[in-house]
Nanobody, 124 residues
Framework: QVQLVESGGGSVQSGGSLRLSCVAY????????MAWFRQAPGKGREGVAG???????SYADSVKGRFTISQDNAKKTLYLQMASLKPEDTAMYYC??????????????????WGQGTQVTVSS
């Protein structure tokens, strides 16, 4: 059974850093792209960063230069290193896995597997 399990969320002050992890239990694909999404209270879920099996990445404009997505294929783990955090980064962060894309998309419909989320709260 495929299961994506996120961890690493928490509460930090503005300017702080966090690293999120997502372990893909039971996931056998070696070509699927993976991504991080987030959803703030009262808002829709938005794409934050994506990475494909070749290491190509994509980022939302709001996080470029502050967030870095990476993956360890041997550990089947996806990471999101977040720096210079702002209060507007406060959200539930979700890991997602989908098909092969030359440029990993940041749209919800592109991904078929989702984790349960980990909360990130940034205070000013």
């Amino acid at each position: 059974q495929v299961q994506l399990v996120e961890s690493g969320g928490g509460s930090v002050q503005s300017g702080g850093s966090l690293r999120l992890s997502c372990v893909a239990y039971g996931y056998t694909s070696t070509t699927d792209a993976m991504a991080w999404f987030r959803q703030a209270p009262g808002k829709g879920r938005e794409g934050v960063a994506g990475i494909n099996s070749n290491g190509a990445t994509s980022y939302a404009d709001s996080v470029k230069g502050r967030f870095t997505i990476s993956q360890d294929n041997a550990k089947k783990t996806l990471y999101l290193q977040m720096a210079s955090l702002k209060p507007e980064d406060t959200a539930m962060y979700y890991c997602a896995a989908g098909g092969y894309y030359r440029i990993p998309p940041l749209t919800n419909a592109a991904y078929k597997r989702w984790g349960q989320g980990t909360q990130v709260t940034v205070s000013s």
